[in-house]
């Protein structure tokens, strides 16, 4: 009867930080969310139209491999239909990477700002997170690899990172490969790669193709399709044999897998959405650069702006935040108190966060 006796979390459960995510407006209020890195044109008008469709099967078991979305993802990027494994979000795959290859004693290394789902599976499976310094809020590739000890296992790498914005090109990325042993995973994270604009950057899929340590990760939710929860990996058949043993044999609900195998057939809607945050990026960063803050050049769907210190940072979300716009604090979850991160929305929304930064600015 004792109220110490009660069932005990794994030892390190308890020392997790949950992960914080962007506030959202006060219910009923019509504040723009920039704090999520969501779609601004909403979701591909196909997709929705097949997730309708599917909604009227939903008391049967979809199925269970996702064989629709992974014959739509392999066909549209000329993949082998058998070296995708789906998940519920990107979320779900990054859980099972970690619990599959990471275990008591174990290490896995990251970039100091990466993104903090990493810790968080690293140390939920047990094993240690190793965080190295990065150069100007990039990756930094001997550091990572001076890094490397005989028991890392895993080595997580958002390409462009989240909450930064910044790359490494596919020379640096297979650099940071080549100087792996063989044993250890390189997990390429490239939630934000339909956004790149960059020529020298890749997704991943060579190394992937040519080496038996190497997955890429993606996901929808940055395309329109966040509240669908829908992301996808590929990887040799040797992972993806392990991954598909230990998923949740269902773990990808129906009206999801439908509505991600028509907005992958949807291009036009992709492009467009491509172009939108290419030029509205480009546009926010020119306005607010050579003012008193400084925008760290993106590839992604937002931009991390940094201040002169963490009050001004905070007085920025809060002048944002009165005026209806809820942007991303990255201090508490991210160690970048000076900073914030705005993800690129409408046309309305991006003139009006410019506006009011650069007021803010001219009357500090
Ligand atoms: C948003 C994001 C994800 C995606 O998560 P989902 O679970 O697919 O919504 C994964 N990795 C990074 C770096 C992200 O920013």
Same mark, same amino acid.
């Given at each position: 009867?004792?109220?110490?006796?009660?069932?005990?979390?794994?030892?390190?459960?308890?020392?997790?930080?949950?992960?914080?995510?962007?506030?959202?407006?006060?219910?009923?209020?019509?504040?723009?969310?920039?704090?999520?890195?969501?779609?601004?044109?909403?979701?591909?008008?196909?997709?929705?139209?097949?997730?309708?469709?599917?909604?009227?099967?939903?008391?049967?078991?979809?199925?269970?491999?996702?064989?629709?979305?992974?014959?739509?993802?392999?066909?549209?990027?000329?993949?082998?239909?058998?070296?995708?494994?789906?998940?519920?979000?990107?979320?779900?795959?990054?859980?099972?990477?970690?619990?599959?290859?990471?275990?008591?004693?174990?290490?896995?290394?990251?970039?100091?700002?990466?993104?903090?789902?990493?810790?968080?599976?690293?140390?939920?499976?047990?094993?240690?997170?190793?965080?190295?310094?990065?150069?100007?809020?990039?990756?930094?590739?001997?550091?990572?690899?001076?890094?490397?000890?005989?028991?890392?296992?895993?080595?997580?790498?958002?390409?462009?990172?989240?909450?930064?914005?910044?790359?490494? @090109? +596919?020379?640096?990325? #297979?650099? !940071?490969? %080549?100087? /792996?042993?063989?044993?250890?995973?390189? *997990?390429?994270? =490239?939630?934000?790669?339909?956004?790149?604009?960059?020529?020298?950057?890749?997704?991943?899929?060579?190394?992937?193709?040519?080496?038996?340590?190497?997955?890429?990760?993606?996901?929808?939710?940055?395309?329109?399709?966040?509240?669908?929860?829908?992301?996808?990996?590929?990887?040799?058949?040797?992972?993806?044999?392990?991954?598909?043993?230990?998923?949740?044999?269902?773990?990808?609900?129906?009206?999801?897998?439908?509505?991600?195998?028509?907005?992958?057939?949807?291009?036009?809607?992709?492009?467009?959405?491509?172009?939108? @945050? +290419?030029?509205?990026? #480009?546009? !926010?960063? %020119?306005? /607010?650069?050579?003012?008193?803050?400084? *925008?760290?050049? =993106?590839?992604?769907?937002?931009?991390?702006?940094?201040?002169?210190?963490?009050?001004?940072?905070?007085?920025?979300?809060?002048?944002?935040?009165?005026?209806?716009?809820?942007?991303?604090?990255?201090?508490?979850?991210?160690?970048?108190?000076?900073?914030?991160?705005?993800?690129?929305?409408?046309?309305?929304?991006?003139?009006?966060?410019?506006?009011?930064?650069?007021?803010?600015?001219?009357?500090?």
């Amino acid at each position: 009867m004792s109220h110490l006796l009660r069932p005990t979390p794994q030892p390190g459960i308890l020392d997790i930080a949950p992960y914080l995510p962007g506030k959202s407006g006060k219910p009923g209020s019509n504040a723009v969310k920039l704090s999520a890195n969501e779609s601004p044109l909403g979701a591909s008008p196909k997709a929705l139209a097949a997730m309708v469709e599917a909604a009227g099967r939903l008391e049967i078991y979809p199925e269970g491999s996702s064989r629709v979305l992974r014959e739509a993802l392999a066909d549209v990027h000329g993949l082998d239909p058998d070296s995708i494994v789906c998940g519920n979000g990107s979320d779900d795959l990054l859980h099972l990477l970690a619990q599959t290859y990471l275990g008591e004693g174990d290490e896995a290394v990251m970039n100091r700002y990466g993104f903090s789902v990493y810790p968080i599976i690293t140390r939920a499976a047990g094993a240690s997170i190793v965080m190295v310094e990065e150069t100007d809020y990039r990756a930094d590739v001997d550091a990572l690899l001076a890094a490397v000890t005989e028991r890392t296992k895993v080595i997580w790498l958002a390409n462009p990172n989240n909450p930064t914005g910044t790359y490494l @090109n +596919a020379a640096e990325v #297979a650099r !940071l490969h %080549a100087g /792996l042993r063989p044993d250890i995973l390189l *997990v390429i994270d =490239s939630a934000y790669a339909e956004y790149v604009t960059a020529a020298d950057y890749s997704v991943g899929l060579e190394l992937v193709n040519a080496h038996e340590n190497v997955v890429m990760v993606r996901t929808f939710s940055k395309m329109g399709l966040a509240a669908a929860r829908i992301g996808w990996m590929v990887g040799p058949a040797h992972v993806v044999d392990a991954i598909n043993r230990i998923r949740g044999p269902f773990n990808v609900n129906l009206p999801a897998q439908m509505a991600g195998a028509a907005a992958v057939r949807d291009i036009e809607f992709t492009q467009r959405l491509r172009e939108h @945050n +290419a030029h509205w990026r #480009a546009w !926010l960063t %020119a306005e /607010l650069s050579g003012n008193a803050m400084r *925008v760290v050049p =993106s590839q992604a769907n937002f931009v991390m702006v940094l201040f002169d210190g963490a009050e001004t940072a905070a007085r920025a979300f809060q002048t944002l935040a009165d005026a209806g716009y809820i942007v991303r604090e990255i201090g508490a979850s991210y160690g970048i108190p000076h900073g914030l991160r705005i993800s690129i929305g409408s046309e309305e929304a991006m003139r009006a966060v410019a506006d009011i930064l650069k007021s803010m600015d001219a009357t500090r």
